[in-house]
């Protein structure tokens, strides 16, 4: 078991965090049964047929299409989904232009939650004509099949152009997956010239940019274009006509030349001023696409950890109390746009909030708590007092200064009576050891260490020799549930003996050293003749 310094968990963590849940490693040509190879499998023909017979009963029918029940939206969905096995996946990737698939394992919580939202997107880019085929491969049963695509996790999704595989790099949503394919198969941005078709626009997409030109054409315009092909997370949409600009963004002066981003939240609409430059445009994006209070999920935490943003104030609590959060969070985020991210976290979520909340030794908490981390330096904060606005806010201000006191987690202060070694914690490191007039024998363990137990016997063994000294004291700290800035510790079990004159500058120990070398190093440093004890134990 490898260990390491304290201070460094959290960058570990969140590289850590960050593998773990990242799920997935311009020409517009219509893909039909004849665009395929002669050898394309009879499932695959099947599954047009089936498609058309779907949308023929659909036309025929008198019934209202709205009225069908989710099960039959999701049966039709998952039968636009081609089904790939050992068979038939090279001749499918080798004969489409362009091929999404979803690698899945049936046992695969994930896989099932993404799944119906594949199945729904393939859905609507079928109605937009895209010439993206779905397609989905259960890697855990062909695993011939899967190691041919380079699939190793589930879920896995990869775009095949002409053949070759590119990952996926969009959001995990329905409209993300749509948005993503549809910029990676040719239509990066969509052109709205009516109000009819900007109300429709409305209804469908919940986050876009828009662009306003007198015409499309130009060096800034063409910027847009290549920003919005750059971009894999959010639709940009475009119009010439006024009318349509105001039913996209109500408080727009200007279409001659505009760009701004819409989301669906009280901070619904802003302006971006600056030079169309395509840098200068994503930079914006970056800093402007979250909502002033973002909840963090699975499916969106990639997208928050690579955001630029580094300052992040997360919020830890249950839905209902932060209900009563909300608004008030809301106004203190407003005042910070731009400069620091505001997370909302599910505290009875255990998968995302328990490996934060054991950062702070909060694990079992089930309190709302205020939180900051500085991503830059790997330095994390707690509000301690009250959570009222004026204290968020108070909080927030001073973690923006640079003022504000770093948090290092400590378990309750023990109580040591008759202890022959102490137990030190966070919040009794100086007291203890660092501001102690004697000299401090000092082991530093984790519960997961597998060598610890060995050596706490040892120490031990070594405060029962040299028990009665009055100028020695042997203590012993928990470092998976205290941390201290002036302990750095490399491996675990860790020794260390602060001298009583010189407590900035502790002898490590090897861990490995037998009892009675330990005897002899202890009886050096003390140097009082009268009070060396026998080297033997």
């Not at 969106?300 to 209902?320: G, H, M, T, W």
Request: net charge negative.
């Amino acid at each position: 078991m490898f260990s390491t310094k304290p201070t460094s968990r959290f960058n570990l963590f969140t590289l850590s965090l960050l593998l773990l849940l990242t799920f997935f490693t311009t020409t517009t040509t219509i893909v039909t049964a004849s665009d395929l190879d002669d050898e394309v499998d009879t499932d695959f023909e099947e599954l047009l047929a089936l498609d058309e017979q779907e949308d023929q009963e659909q036309q025929g029918s008198q019934g209202d299409p709205s009225a069908k029940s989710e099960a039959e939206v999701l049966s039709k969905a998952q039968r636009i989904v081609l089904e790939l096995n050992s068979d038939n996946v090279k001749r499918v990737i080798d004969g489409a232009e362009f091929v999404l698939v979803l690698g899945y394992a049936p046992w695969c919580p994930r896989s099932a939650e993404l799944m119906p939202k594949f199945a729904e997107a393939a859905t609507l880019l079928k109605e937009l004509k895209s010439p993206l085929l779905m397609a989905k491969l259960d890697a855990d049963r062909h695993t011939k099949a899967a190691s041919m695509l380079d699939i190793k996790g589930f879920p896995t999704l990869l775009l095949f152009v002409n053949g070759t595989s590119q990952p996926y790099t969009g959001g995990f949503s329905t409209e993300d997956i749509v948005i993503w394919a549809r910029k990676k198969t040719g239509v990066p941005v969509i052109r709205i010239s009516s109000v009819n078709e900007a109300e429709g626009f409305l209804k469908k997409y919940h986050t876009f940019v828009l662009g306003a030109f007198d015409k499309f054409e130009g060096p800034d315009y063409m910027e847009f274009v290549k920003s919005a092909a750059s971009d894999n997370e959010i639709q940009f949409v475009e119009t010439s006509n006024t009318e349509v600009a105001k039913v996209l963004f109500p408080d727009i002066k200007t279409t001659k030349q505009f760009l701004g981003i819409v989301k669906s939240e009280p901070e619904r609409y802003t302006e971006y001023e600056g030079k169309f430059e395509m840098g200068k445009i994503l930079q914006f994006l970056d800093y402007n696409k979250f909502a002033l209070i973002t909840k963090l999920t699975d499916m969106n935490s990639v997208r928050v950890y690579s955001s630029p943003i580094k300052l992040q104030v997360i919020v830890f609590a249950e839905d209902d109390e932060f209900k009563s959060l909300l608004e008030p969070l809301q106004n203190v985020a407003r005042k910070f746009k731009g400069k620091m991210m505001f997370i909302y976290v599910d505290i009875t979520d255990e998968n995302i909030a328990k490996p934060y909340l054991t950062l702070f030794g909060l694990e079992d908490s089930e309190n709302t708590a205020v939180t900051a981390f500085d991503n830059k330096i790997s330095s994390k904060f707690l509000l301690e007092s009250d959570l009222t606005p004026s204290n968020i806010e108070d909080f927030c201000s001073r973690f923006l200064l640079g003022t504000l006191s770093p948090y290092f987690k400590s378990q309750p202060i023990p109580d040591n009576t008759n202890a022959s070694v102490q137990i030190v914690v966070g919040k009794t490191f100086d007291d203890l050891v660092l501001n102690s007039p004697e000299n401090v024998f000092l082991e530093v363990h984790t519960p997961w260490c597998i060598n610890c137990e060995t050596t706490s016997k040892q120490v031990e063994k070594l405060a029962k020799h040299f028990k009665g000294l009055d100028n020695l004291v042997f203590a012993r700290l928990d470092a998976s549930a205290n941390e201290h800035p002036k302990l750095q510790i490399d491996d675990y079990p860790t020794l260390l003996f602060y001298p009583a004159d010189n407590k900035a500058n502790p002898i490590k120990l090897s861990a490995k050293s037998g009892g009675k070398d330990l005897a002899v190093f202890i009886n050096k440093q003390l140097k009082g003749k009268d009070q060396v004890r026998k080297d033997e134990l």
